[in-house]
């Protein structure tokens, strides 16, 4: 349970917080992406069906096998040895984008449903970071394993082969690109010049790759002034990444939108202990002064 924070151990938002920590606690690799971002969207949609979702990326990835005349991956969990990497990742694209229709939402990419992995699955649509997951996860009930890589500004994911790694772009039709390619894309993006570092292009670990759902959520939730919902996120965002000192203060400056003015002490005191060289440190402890006046006088 996020620290400083508590809800009615009997609501659903309780018991999805429980299960969120019980799942990303332990051994990183072990998480499950798929399960994790489920119980993200479980706060927005609290009745949603995990298991349902879950049947979908499996039958997808029965689709997948099936267009390789394989075996179901419930029969014959791994693929044969023979088989051509690129030719399961032309399958995937071919089921993904083609015959399921998954696509990048570019005509509404700010809205929360893009955020939300049971949301993507219905309405075949979501941003880099989602598509990228749902990638992942068929490809990984196929039989091949898929990285996700946070290039600036663009998620994609990449597939290694023995001589050479291939980079796909999961929001435009699964297009194949070499890191040449990902480098001219980021340089086109950032419209300057830009110097490129190698950890760009490693793969990005489960708690960040969660991480990076929420904080787009977050953003969201923020920019419309919905400080309830982002404050909802943030506890999922202190639970994954207890000491991130500027999640704690980010989760107090929300808490001091609403009026909770002991949750927000509590949390800019951390963020003091955990960021103590922090360059906005002496606006923090300003923050500390001005709600501890306003406790003194509600008491």
């Keep these: 349970m996020a620290e400083g924070f508590s809800y009615s151990k009997n ?12 799942l990303i606690t332990g051994n990183e690799n072990s998480i499950d992406l798929a399960e994790a971002a489920l119980l993200i969207a479980s706060i927005e949609y609290p009745d949603l069906d995990r ?11 029965r689709q997948v096998r099936a267009v390789l005349d394989l075996p179901y991956p419930e029969t014959l969990p ?6 051509d990497p690129l030719r399961v990742l032309e399958a995937m694209n071919r089921v993904i984008f083609e015959k399921e229709q998954f696509h990048g939402n570019r005509q509404d990419y700010s809205s929360p449903d893009n955020s939300f992995f049971n949301k993507v699955l219905e309405n075949r649509a979501g941003i880099p970071i989602t598509l990228s997951l749902l990638y992942i996860e ?4 196929v039989g ?3 990285e996700g890589i946070g290039l600036p500004w663009h998620f994609v994911v990449r597939y290694c082969l023995p001589q050479e790694i291939i980079y796909i772009d999961v929001f435009n039709q ?3 690109m070499d890191e040449r390619a990902c480098r001219d894309m ?10 490129m570092h190698a950890e760009w292009f490693e793969p990005v670990k489960p708690r960040h790759f969660l991480f990076r759902i929420l904080n787009n959520l977050k953003h969201i939730y923020v920019q419309n002034e919905d400080h309830q919902r982002a404050l909802a996120i943030c506890e999922l965002m202190v639970t994954l990444m207890p000491n991130h000192g500027a999640e704690r203060r980010n989760r107090g400056i929300i808490h001091l939108h609403l009026k909770h003015y002991a949750r927000a002490l509590h949390d800019f005191m951390a963020y003091i202990e955990l960021s103590p060289d922090a360059s906005d440190r002496e606006e923090i402890l300003e923050y500390i002064k001005t709600v501890r006046q306003t406790l003194s006088l509600l008491n």
């Design 138 to 141: 068929v490809g990984r009930r």
């Design 78 to 83: 791994q693929l044969p040895e023979e088989i």
């Design 51 to 61: 298991t349902f979702y879950l049947r979908q990326l499996d039958e997808l990835a």
């Design 144 to 146: 091949v394993t898929i």
């Design 11 to 22: 609501t659903a938002q309780e018991r999805t917080y429980r299960a969120f920590e019980a």
């Design 186 to 195: 980021i340089r086109n993006m950032a419209q300057t010049r830009i110097r």
């Design 174 to 176: 699964g297009h194949f």
